[in-house]
C-alpha cells in the first residue's frame, strides 16, 4: 500500500510538498521558541551558584542582578566600603567578596574584585572557575580574562592591556596612563563570566584616582605611585557584594538584617528568586509565542485534511479502479490515513533538521547577547511528545476524508 | 457458475429496473445490449458486488450474494471479477505494468495462479497486441484502443472466473473494436472463465454466444 501511496502522493507533488512546508515551518517555529526558551532560562539559571546573596545599593533585585550577574545597563549607585566591612563582619557570614563594575576593554566589562572571586563565586551546578592558563591576580596591576575576551582578542598570559572608562570606547576616555598584565585565562562556563575581564579592586582604584565625576583631573605618571599612604588604594564604593553564609537557614533573616542596616540603604537579593523573577517576565513574551505558534500548527493541519478532502475528487478514477478490483473501503480510508502520516513525518524529521540548523545560530546569538551559552541537544522527550502530539492530531483531522472515501458507494464511483 | 433471479433495483430518484432472468456457464460470452440508461451498468455493478441487491438474489457457484457482507463481497470481486470499464480504467501515476498487477494486488487466489507476474503480463500484452514497448510508455502516452487493452490484461490477469465489461469498446472506432474484441476473446480462456458484456452496439453480437437485448426485455 505504502509504495501506492507514495506514487499517488508524487502526483501530487506540489500541493502536498507545500502542505508539507507549511505544516514543517510551523513545527519549526514552535519548536524553536520552545529551545530558545529552555536554553535560555537553563543558561539563567546556571549563571552564577554559590552565591547565597548578593548586596548593593537599594534597587529593584532585578536590576541587582542584571549589572551584577549578567553584567548588562548600569549601576545606578554604589555602597560604601564601610558598609561593606560593617556586614563582612557579621557572625552569620562565611565569606564576601565586593565587586566594582562600570569600565571596559574593546566592549568587554571589566569586574573589579578580590582574588578570592574565583575561589567562591560557581557556576551551573557548583562547578568552581578554573584557570585554563595562568593564575589569579596577586598584584595591582594584574589582570584575568574569561575565555571569550582571550579568544576574541587573542589575548594569552603576558599580554598588556589598556582599561576604558565607562562602558563604551570615545576619546579620551581611555586609562592609557596604566597597564594591566594578564596573569590568567579562565576556562569557558557558557556564562557571562567569559566575557568579563576581572582586575584587583585596588588596581581599578589606581585607575581612578585622577578621575573626578567622569573626568580625568590628572595624570598617574605626574604622581609617586610608593608616596601614596597604605589606605589610599582602599576603594572608598563598590558596586556590591557577593555573599556565601555559613548556613543556608540563615538566610531570610540575613536579608531582613540588611535590609534595616541603618547607617546606608542598602539591600540583599538572593539570586535564586531574582532570577526566576527576572526569567517570569521573559517567559511569558516567550508563553505568547508558544501560543502562537500551535494556532499555526493548527492552521497547518487544517489545510493538509483540506487538501487530502480536495484531492480526493480528483482521485476519484484512482479510487473507483482500486474499489473494481476488489480493495476494500477500509483499504482506501486507510491509504488517506496513511497520507496524513507520511505528510506529518516528513515535515517532522524536516523540522528536527531545520530547528537544529535554527539553535545552532540562536544559541550563538543568546551567547552574544546575554553571555550564556546553553547545551546543544538534538530532540528531547518533550519534543518526541509535541511530535506525538501533531502527528496524532493530523492522524485524527484526516479522519475526516477518510470516513468520508468509506462511506463512498462503489456504485457512485464506479458509473 | 451465476444465476441472478429476480433482480429489481429502485433507484434513489424513485425509478424502478426489473432485470430479465441472467445465468452464464464457464465458457460462456454473454452480451447484454440495449440503449443507454436501461441500467446495464448498474446490472454490472450488481454483479460485481458493488452495489447491494435490493430484491432477488445472485447465485455465484456456491454463494449467495445476500447473504455475504459488503466486505466479503469486496474480497469476492478480487477472488473472482475481472473488471473493464468503458473509460478512464487506468492509474495515470502507475506505469502499465503496476497498472496491470492491480488486477491480483487485492487476491491471494489470484496472485497464486499467476506464477511469475512479468512473464504473465508480457504473455497477456503479446496476446492482446500491444507492442512491447507499451510496457514502458507512461499511460497518458497511450492511445485509447492500447488503455482498453491494458485494462483487459488487467482483468485477465491472474484467471478470474468472471470478466465484466461495461461497454469497452464504445471509444474505440469499429476496426480497433473488431480488432480489440479478437484479441479478447482470443486470450480469454473458455475452459474457466466466462465474460459478460454491455454494450449499446449490436454489431459486435458475432462475438458472443448468447446476446440479452434490455430493450426487447423491457417492451
Same mark, same amino acid.
Given at each position: 500500500?505504502?509504495?501506492?501511496?507514495?506514487?499517488?502522493?508524487?502526483?501530487?507533488?506540489?500541493?502536498?510538498?507545500?502542505?508539507?512546508?507549511?505544516?514543517?515551518?510551523?513545527?519549526?517555529?514552535?519548536?524553536?521558541?520552545?529551545?530558545?526558551?529552555?536554553?535560555?532560562?537553563?543558561?539563567?539559571?546556571?549563571?552564577?551558584?554559590?552565591?547565597?546573596?548578593?548586596?548593593?545599593?537599594?534597587?529593584?533585585?532585578?536590576?541587582?542582578?542584571?549589572?551584577?550577574?549578567?553584567?548588562?545597563?548600569?549601576?545606578?549607585?554604589?555602597?560604601?566600603?564601610?558598609?561593606?566591612?560593617?556586614?563582612?563582619?557579621?557572625?552569620?557570614?562565611?565569606?564576601?567578596?565586593?565587586?566594582?563594575?562600570?569600565?571596559?576593554?574593546?566592549?568587554?566589562?571589566?569586574?573589579?574584585?578580590?582574588?578570592?572571586?574565583?575561589?567562591?563565586?560557581?557556576?551551573?551546578?557548583?562547578?568552581?572557575?578554573?584557570?585554563?592558563?595562568?593564575?589569579?591576580?596577586?598584584?595591582?596591576?594584574?589582570?584575568?580574562?574569561?575565555?571569550?575576551?582571550?579568544?576574541?582578542?587573542?589575548?594569552?598570559?603576558?599580554?598588556?592591556?589598556?582599561?576604558?572608562?565607562?562602558?563604551?570606547?570615545?576619546?579620551?576616555?581611555?586609562?592609557?596612563?596604566?597597564?594591566?598584565?594578564?596573569?590568567?585565562?579562565?576556562?569557558?562556563?557558557?556564562?557571562?563570566?567569559?566575557?568579563?575581564?576581572?582586575?584587583?579592586?585596588?588596581?581599578?582604584?589606581?585607575?581612578?584616582?585622577?578621575?573626578?565625576?567622569?573626568?580625568?583631573?590628572?595624570?598617574?605618571?605626574?604622581?609617586?605611585?610608593?608616596?601614596?599612604?597604605?589606605?589610599?588604594?582602599?576603594?572608598?564604593?563598590?558596586?556590591?557584594?557577593?555573599?556565601?553564609?555559613?548556613?543556608?537557614?540563615?538566610?531570610?533573616?540575613?536579608?531582613?538584617?540588611?535590609?534595616?542596616?541603618?547607617?546606608?540603604?542598602?539591600?540583599?537579593?538572593?539570586?535564586?528568586?531574582?532570577?526566576?523573577?527576572?526569567?517570569?517576565?521573559?517567559?511569558?513574551?516567550?508563553?505568547?509565542?508558544?501560543?502562537?505558534?500551535?494556532?499555526?500548527?493548527?492552521?497547518?493541519?487544517?489545510?493538509?485534511?483540506?487538501?487530502?478532502?480536495?484531492?480526493?475528487?480528483?482521485?476519484?478514477?484512482?479510487?473507483?479502479?482500486?474499489?473494481?478490483?476488489?480493495?476494500?473501503?477500509?483499504?482506501?480510508?486507510?491509504?488517506?490515513?496513511?497520507?496524513?502520516?507520511?505528510?506529518?513525518?516528513?515535515?517532522?524529521?524536516?523540522?528536527?533538521?531545520?530547528?537544529?540548523?535554527?539553535?545552532?545560530?540562536?544559541?550563538?546569538?543568546?551567547?552574544?547577547?546575554?553571555?550564556?551559552?546553553?547545551?546543544?541537544?538534538?530532540?528531547?522527550?518533550?519534543?518526541?511528545?509535541?511530535?506525538?502530539?501533531?502527528?496524532?492530531?493530523?492522524?485524527?483531522?484526516?479522519?475526516?476524508?477518510?470516513?468520508?472515501?468509506?462511506?463512498?458507494?462503489?456504485?457512485?464511483?464506479?458509473? | 457458475?451465476?444465476?441472478?433471479?429476480? &433482480?429489481?433495483?429502485?433507484?434513489?430518484?424513485?425509478?424502478?429496473?426489473?432485470?430479465?432472468?441472467?445465468?452464464?456457464?464457464?465458457?460462456?460470452?454473454?452480451?447484454?445490449?440495449?440503449?443507454?440508461?436501461?441500467?446495464?451498468?448498474?446490472?454490472?455493478?450488481?454483479?460485481?458486488?458493488?452495489?447491494?441487491?435490493?430484491?432477488?438474489?445472485?447465485?455465484?457457484?456456491?454463494?449467495?450474494?445476500?447473504?455475504?457482507?459488503?466486505?466479503?463481497?469486496?474480497?469476492?470481486?478480487?477472488?473472482?471479477?475481472?473488471?473493464?470499464?468503458?473509460?478512464?480504467? &487506468?492509474?495515470?501515476?502507475?506505469?502499465?505494468?503496476?497498472?496491470?498487477?492491480?488486477?491480483?494486488?487485492?487476491?491471494?487466489?489470484?496472485?497464486?495462479?499467476?506464477?511469475?507476474?512479468?512473464?504473465?503480463?508480457?504473455? &497477456?500484452?503479446?496476446?492482446?497486441?500491444?507492442?512491447?514497448?507499451?510496457?514502458?510508455?507512461?499511460?497518458?502516452?497511450?492511445?485509447?484502443?492500447?488503455?482498453?487493452?491494458?485494462?483487459?490484461?488487467?482483468?485477465?490477469?491472474?484467471?478470474?472466473?468472471?470478466?465484466?465489461?461495461?461497454?469497452?469498446?464504445?471509444?474505440?472506432?469499429?476496426?480497433?473494436?473488431?480488432?480489440?474484441?479478437?484479441?479478447?476473446?482470443?486470450?480469454?480462456?473458455?475452459?474457466?472463465?466466462?465474460?459478460?458484456?454491455?454494450?449499446?452496439?449490436?454489431?459486435?453480437?458475432?462475438?458472443?454466444?448468447?446476446?440479452?437485448?434490455?430493450?426487447?426485455?423491457?417492451?
Amino acid at each position: 500500500m505504502l509504495s501506492l501511496l507514495l506514487k499517488s502522493m508524487r502526483s501530487r507533488v506540489i500541493p502536498t510538498s507545500l502542505v508539507t512546508i507549511s505544516l514543517m515551518a510551523s513545527m519549526v517555529l514552535l519548536l524553536s521558541i520552545e529551545r530558545i526558551q529552555q536554553g535560555a532560562e537553563e543558561g539563567f539559571n546556571q549563571s552564577i551558584s554559590g552565591v547565597d546573596a548578593i548586596i548593593g545599593p537599594r534597587s529593584s533585585s532585578i536590576e541587582l542582578v542584571l549589572y551584577t550577574v549578567f553584567h548588562l545597563g548600569r549601576p545606578t549607585n554604589n555602597i560604601t566600603t564601610k558598609t561593606v566591612n560593617d556586614v563582612k563582619l557579621r557572625g552569620d557570614i562565611s565569606w564576601l567578596v565586593p565587586i566594582a563594575l562600570g569600565d571596559s576593554h574593546k566592549g568587554f566589562r571589566v569586574v573589579a574584585t578580590e582574588p578570592n572571586y574565583f575561589e567562591h563565586i560557581k557556576y551551573a551546578n557548583s562547578q568552581p572557575l578554573v584557570f585554563s592558563k595562568g593564575v589569579a591576580f596577586a598584584e595591582l596591576s594584574e589582570a584575568v580574562l574569561g575565555s571569550d575576551v582571550a579568544e576574541k582578542l587573542s589575548y594569552t598570559v603576558g599580554s598588556e592591556i589598556q582599561i576604558t572608562h565607562g562602558s563604551v570606547e570615545s576619546i579620551g576616555s581611555k586609562h592609557d596612563d596604566f597597564s594591566f598584565m594578564v596573569t590568567g585565562i579562565l576556562n569557558k562556563t557558557g556564562t557571562p563570566i567569559d566575557q568579563a575581564i576581572f582586575l584587583d579592586l585596588k588596581g581599578y582604584e589606581l585607575l581612578h584616582l585622577g578621575w573626578k565625576s567622569g573626568k580625568k583631573i590628572f595624570n598617574l605618571d605626574d604622581i609617586d605611585l610608593s608616596s601614596l599612604p597604605d589606605d589610599a588604594l582602599i576603594p572608598k564604593t563598590v558596586t556590591a557584594a557577593f555573599i556565601g553564609l555559613k548556613s543556608k537557614l540563615t538566610l531570610f533573616n540575613f536579608s531582613k538584617n540588611i535590609r534595616e542596616y541603618p547607617k546606608e540603604a542598602i539591600s540583599a537579593v538572593i539570586p535564586g528568586i531574582a532570577l526566576s523573577e527576572l526569567w517570569s517576565i521573559v517567559g511569558l513574551v516567550d508563553k505568547g509565542f508558544q501560543l502562537l505558534s500551535w494556532i499555526i500548527i493548527a492552521i497547518s493541519l487544517i489545510a493538509m485534511v483540506t487538501l487530502i478532502i480536495a484531492s480526493l475528487d480528483n482521485r476519484k478514477q484512482e479510487m473507483t479502479i482500486y474499489r473494481a478490483n476488489g480493495a476494500s473501503p477500509k483499504f482506501l480510508a486507510m491509504m488517506v490515513l496513511c497520507e496524513s502520516i507520511v505528510i506529518g513525518l516528513t515535515a517532522i524529521v524536516g523540522a528536527i533538521i531545520l530547528v537544529t540548523i535554527v539553535t545552532y545560530f540562536a544559541t550563538a546569538q543568546l551567547n552574544l547577547a546575554l553571555g550564556i551559552s546553553p547545551s546543544f541537544k538534538w530532540i528531547s522527550m518533550d519534543e518526541i511528545k509535541v511530535f506525538s502530539l501533531i502527528l496524532l492530531a493530523g492522524a485524527l483531522s484526516s479522519l475526516i476524508p477518510a470516513s468520508m472515501v468509506f462511506r463512498k458507494n462503489l456504485h457512485q464511483t464506479l458509473s | 457458475m451465476l444465476e441472478a433471479l429476480g &433482480l429489481e433495483y429502485r433507484y434513489q430518484h424513485g425509478k424502478k429496473i426489473v432485470f430479465p432472468e441472467i445465468e452464464i456457464k464457464r465458457g460462456q460470452r454473454l452480451l447484454i445490449s440495449g440503449f443507454s440508461g436501461c441500467g446495464k451498468t448498474t446490472l454490472l455493478s450488481l454483479i460485481a458486488g458493488a452495489l447491494r441487491l435490493q430484491a432477488g438474489d445472485i447465485k455465484f457457484d456456491s454463494t449467495n450474494y445476500s447473504s455475504m457482507s459488503s466486505l466479503l463481497l469486496d474480497k469476492h470481486r478480487a477472488d473472482h471479477i475481472g473488471y473493464i470499464f468503458q473509460t478512464l480504467n &487506468l492509474i495515470p501515476f502507475l506505469s502499465v505494468s503496476e497498472n496491470i498487477a492491480l488486477g491480483i494486488r487485492f487476491s491471494q487466489s489470484r496472485k497464486s495462479k499467476v506464477a511469475d507476474l512479468n512473464q504473465e503480463i508480457s504473455r &497477456l500484452v503479446g496476446s492482446l497486441g500491444l507492442e512491447k514497448d507499451a510496457l514502458n510508455t507512461p499511460v497518458s502516452r497511450l492511445s485509447v484502443g492500447q488503455q482498453q487493452r491494458v485494462a483487459a490484461a488487467r482483468a485477465l490477469l491472474g484467471k478470474p472466473d468472471l470478466i465484466l465489461a461495461d461497454e469497452p469498446t464504445s471509444a474505440l472506432d469499429s476496426d480497433t473494436t473488431k480488432k480489440f474484441l479478437n484479441e479478447v476473446m482470443e486470450t480469454f480462456d473458455s475452459t474457466k472463465q466466462a465474460m459478460i458484456m454491455v454494450s449499446h452496439d449490436a454489431s459486435i453480437a458475432p462475438y458472443f454466444d448468447t446476446v440479452i437485448d434490455f430493450n426487447k426485455q423491457h417492451a
